[in-house]
């Protein structure tokens, strides 16, 4: 089982910057795949970014590409996401979640646990 955590949503002019966080609960957090997605009112759930859980390898949505960064420190048990220079259309709710099988981190159904989410709204 694990229990994920999201923080550091929050309101934000275009161009600016935010930094989400996952703290995870449970003994294999190191063992999982970890991933961001995010949710728009009316919208279905989109893939943000992904890492493996040596943290190696990433993948990110063309839409975020160069302007978002995901890493994982396991010591601590958490995962981020760096998000630079935001635009409107980045406002959603953000989810953390969590994979104990890697073999494919590109949609939800990949994915086994997942974050109440942190609400991130950029203005024009």
């Known amino acids: 089982q694990a229990q994920l955590v999201e923080s550091g949503g929050g309101l934000v002019q275009a161009g600016g910057s935010l930094r989400l966080s996952c703290a995870a609960s449970?003994?294999?957090?190191?063992?999982?795949?970890m991933g961001w997605f995010r949710q728009a009112p009316g919208k279905e759930r989109e893939f943000v970014a992904a890492?493996?859980?040596?943290?190696?390898?990433?993948y990110y949505a063309d839409s975020v590409k160069g302007r978002f960064t995901i890493s994982r420190d396991n010591a601590k048990s958490t995962v981020y996401l760096q998000m630079n220079s935001l635009k409107p259309e980045d406002t959603a709710t953000y989810y953390c979640?969590?994979?104990?099988?890697?073999?494919?981190?590109?949609?939800?159904?990949?994915?086994?646990?997942w974050g109440q989410g942190t609400q991130v709204t950029v203005s024009s």
């Open positions: 449970g003994r294999t957090f190191s063992s999982y795949a």
């Open positions: 979640a969590a994979a104990e099988n890697g073999s494919y981190l590109l949609t939800s159904p990949g994915y086994d646990y």
């Open positions: 890492i493996v859980w040596s943290g190696a390898i990433t």
